[in-house]
């Protein structure tokens, strides 16, 4: 079937056409007003991937596109889990209201799993988007507009107090962990210092008892000095035995100052003695010149193993010591990294039906729908309206064609509208 013919048969077969798409956008209208109504209702909450109140590192400012796209994947996930859906059921009161039950459609009469139905019903009444930004839009249809914008709403506040608790729980947590951990480390730490103080104070007593063994004793010049003297006295005091006996009075006076010598000698042994034996490892300062005090590294009483464990069972607790501090500032936040953007308000309109769009797509079906039941028509009983159906039906040549389709001889064949215009006028 040509367009020519199609459009013929259109015109003649035109009353099933307009009743075939006055039905169909008769239905589509009478269907929208009949539709229930939904309202939509959206809140926009900021992901933030800082957070200002955090002295850990986990939250921080994403710089990968992959890695801000399934940061806020995860938000997303979390706004629609149950977890947050129980708590907008148990913040609003959704079990205890008639109205809501009815507009959720869920029977409330000794329904001992209502608050399950309801999380259900309000996770497939919730729709999440993510973009690019920081932006996470959560959407809620109801046939109630007060609802949606109360349920969007309730679901906004319950996940900003989930991922207020998913941050301070943990810390929380963890805090009391290494708080009882600490107590094992200052133990350890204690018993080792104390081991080391009494390997020390051991090996200072040992010292005191031969001073003579002390690396300050062999660099103090002054006590050097001494034993010099002595040792020349000494000498001195053996020449004059052999010389004048021991009853000369230079003898006697040579055995004075040895004597002297020798006193002086040990008072500063003992000295050097003190010190070490001290708690704090200083000896006592001296009037001659050129003295130091002992100096504790330098005396090899310090055991490396005992050492060792004292160095590392401090780094052990100013490591938990340090966790325990950032745990404990973490799990007292009070805020976390989101944030209500825009909350939902009222629809004025209702989303669905859509009586515009709805009508536009029953008149594009009523059009498509007509001319199928023209073109069925004129297939089941065939018509000759035009030169090219009677053509079609009989294969005979034609000759004229009367009427004002005659009149266009660029309807007809060549050898029809040839022997046409050699018939001759009327009259």
Known sequence: ??????????????????????????????????????????????????????????????????????????????????????????????????????????????????????????????????????????????????????????????????????????????????DEQLKGLRANLEDAQRKLRADQDAERQRLAQHPERLPQVRDDAFIQQLRADLLHGEEKLRELSTQYGVNHPAYQRQISQNLELRGRLQTEL????AGVASPDGQAPARAAPGHSAPDPQQTGVLEPVLQHNVESAERAYDTALERYSSSQIDSRASQTNVAILSPAAVPLRAYRPNIPLNLALALITGLGLGCALVALLERQDPRVRCAEDLMSAVQVPLLAVLGNEGRRAGLLPPPAAAALRALPGPG
């Open 270 to 273: 003992r000295k050097v003695a």
């Open 1 to 178: 079937m040509s367009l020519r013919q199609f459009l013929l048969a259109l015109r003649a077969r035109f009353r099933v056409f307009a009743v075939s798409l006055g039905a169909v956008v008769l239905a589509a209208a009478v269907a929208s007003l009949l539709m229930p109504k939904s309202y939509r209702a959206t809140v926009s909450l900021l992901v933030d991937a800082r957070d200002e109140q955090s002295m850990s590192q986990a939250l921080r400012a994403l710089g990968l596109p992959q890695e801000h796209v399934s940061y806020l994947q995860t938000q997303a996930d979390i706004l629609a889990s149950p977890k947050v859906a129980r708590r907008v059921v148990q913040q609003l009161k959704l079990a205890e209201n008639p109205a809501a039950l009815r507009r959720l459609d869920v029977d409330a009469a000794g329904n001992p799993r209502l608050e399950d139905q309801l999380v259900d019903r309000l996770l497939h009444t919730l729709k999440v988007e993510t973009s690019q930004s920081s932006v996470v839009q959560g959407t809620v249809t109801s046939a109630d507009p007060h609802l949606a914008a109360a349920i969007a709403n309730g679901f906004a506040t319950a996940y900003v107090e989930t991922m207020l608790e998913l941050r301070v729980a943990p810390n929380r947590e963890a805090a009391a962990w290494f």
